[in-house]
């Protein structure tokens, strides 16, 4: 944090980089219904099988996982041996993608877990030590599984169970970035830490509507810190708030002061082609993942969007946590991308 | 990292702090059965009840976590607009323990997971972002409750399974501490970052012996990163390796040159008072927070350990990982700790 005026006025909960660490490269890897909507062109490896060649649904999670680290680093042009750290987590019980991953390379991991916003969390944290100058090169990836999620979540597959019009449909897919103090690529300046948010939303099929106030809360949270507003970005990237989430941050962020109407973009909204059986879009951890790192940076990387504000959302219940009856605690970690 | 020579020779995985941080106040919470232990005089709450007036066990431990962040916050004479950050997690599934304690307190959340190692990854994430300069006071803290890991790791204690010999008894505890730029303390001088470690244990009653190699690993990049050896340190601490992990970790080190055994503790090792029905001694992220937070900082604070090398210990498998046949990949995070 700044020693700014705004700061002594009131907790300021953005860190600003000075040297504003770089994406030098990313990577992406998608499932068949993801690769036919807007991510389709821009992942590296569109899989024609949501199994990857794996026998169970957890592992071809994590194998998508360990693909996109390997494929960032690959696309960095980096030998592992220069990678100094891995930030990752992922949906599944004591995050098993992240660290079974993890076990395919040599090179220290920091397991995080924000749910849906652990990709901005992971990059926010691997901003934060490579422009303190702790380590050169970290690694931030997350990835999710429709098929792993719904069994773990929901219901198993097999049972065929009919879906509620305000659920979403979880990404099957990977992604991650190399995160550098030199290079090339869109700069890191800053990070807006997420605070743990509760409206009281119990129902576990509409997480849109339970993450948007935890989202609000956070741009609301940056606009103030950053003294700036919806104006100074060229585009607000959310999660996966999916379409009726979206439509109440922007109520709620509206409702403060902020029109953030004709910036907002939310990944879940716009990852699949058609709108169907997913009904209010793409949700899980891999949806930003996979969005952000590959559509997204390709249009920073070609000068499309300048300055982007991406907020990926977190919903942190677990079924245990349901099953007693708890509502819905949401986060929501941002960073501030500029090329 | 540090720029010296022996970086440049080799991958430095040691994050040296040069303003180093300091604890400046911390807290614990422990049940019964722990209570008539070592930490028994030294835990700011002594629990009669392990359910610690909550319906559920889950509900409980979340209490004790929550207890143990406002403990430590009030025992640093700070106010909770004060502090910047919690880092924080458990073992439950999706974390729900930190996620539901973190939604009282309207304070930055960075939900991170370890498994037991949680306490050592919090500590070093929350110097690095202090010494950084990012934030002035962190909060790091974990915990675990005996009857919520049994029924979601292996069976509900209604079932009255028979433990074998090989097994721990998951701590009923929760530990935090405060970590501030200024202020009295012990002083956080390093971090060595954890690598994912699996040399193929596949018994998920034998956690000690998955879990040495990893410590080992993590604690000999440490003697190198820092050139010292077990003779530098007054004490070495590990997390939840038990009796039998921890003669695992003597063998392992010594075979690599390093003579512990003169130095070594581990907080499962010397948490119960008798080791009976728990056989190898505590385990649980509880186990290394609460003694760690009571009696070794005590300790600590009365000059009795001067330099500590904190290596806390996790296992990163999951029912379904184990479930589908897979080994225990596990991990070690270490913080250097001087007076």
Redo the contacts between chains.
């Keep these: 944090?700044s020693g700014t005026k705004a700061q002594k006025a009131r907790?300021c909960?953005t860190?600003f980089f000075k040297n504003a660490p770089r994406i030098i490269a990313s990577a992406a890897v998608a499932g068949p219904k993801e690769c036919a909507g807007i991510i389709g062109n821009y992942v590296d490896k569109p899989l024609s099988d949501d199994m990857f060649g794996e026998d169970?649904f957890?592992?071809a999670e994590c194998k998508m996982l360990s693909y996109a680290i390997d494929t960032a680093i690959k696309n960095a042009r980096l030998s592992r041996?220069q990678v100094?750290?891995i930030f990752s987590?992922d949906?599944?019980?004591?995050?098993?993608s992240a660290?079974?991953a993890?076990?395919d390379?040599?090179?220290?991991?920091?397991?995080?877990?924000?749910?849906c916003s652990t990709m901005s969390?992971s990059m926010?944290?691997s901003a934060?030590?490579i422009?303190?100058g702790?380590?050169?090169h970290a690694v931030a990836a997350t990835g999710s599984h429709f098929a792993s999620a719904e069994r773990?979540y929901r219901y198993p597959l097999e049972q065929g169970t009919t879906r509620p019009p305000q659920s979403q449909w979880t990404v099957t897919g990977a992604g991650g970035c190399v995160i550098a103090a030199e290079g090339e690529g869109p700069r890191i300046v800053n990070g807006t830490?997420?605070?743990?948010v509760?409206f009281g939303v119990t129902d576990v099929n509409n997480m849109g509507a339970a993450m948007a106030p935890a989202c609000a809360d956070t741009l609301i949270r940056h606009f103030r810190d950053t003294q700036t507003d919806a104006d100074d970005y060229d585009l607000i990237l959310t999660g996966d708030l999916g379409a009726l989430g979206s439509r109440i941050l922007k109520d709620l962020t509206w409702e403060k002061g902020f029109d953030i109407s004709e910036k907002h973009v939310d990944c879940g909204e716009i990852i699949y082609k058609v709108i169907e059986d997913e009904f209010q879009g793409g949700s899980g951890a891999g949806c930003s993942a996979t969005v952000f790192n590959s559509y997204i940076l390709a249009k920073m990387r070609a000068r499309e969007y300048r300055c982007v504000l991406f907020a990926a959302t977190g919903a942190?219940?677990?079924?245990?946590?349901s099953g007693?009856g708890?509502s819905i605690?949401c986060?929501s970690?941002a960073v501030q991308l500029e090329v």
Excluded: C, W
């Excluded at 949906?91 to 098993?96: A, E, F, P, V």
């Excluded at 830490?193 to 743990?196: H, T």
């Excluded at 942190?316 to 946590?321: A, F, H, I, R």
């Design positions: 944090m907790a909960h860190i169970t957890e592992k041996e100094d750290v987590g949906l599944l019980n004591q995050i098993i660290s079974f993890a076990r390379f040599d090179i220290p991991f920091l397991g995080v877990y924000s749910a969390e926010l944290l934060a030590m422009d303190a702790y380590v050169k773990q830490m997420g605070k743990v509760d942190l219940l677990s079924t245990v946590s007693q708890e605690p986060i970690h």
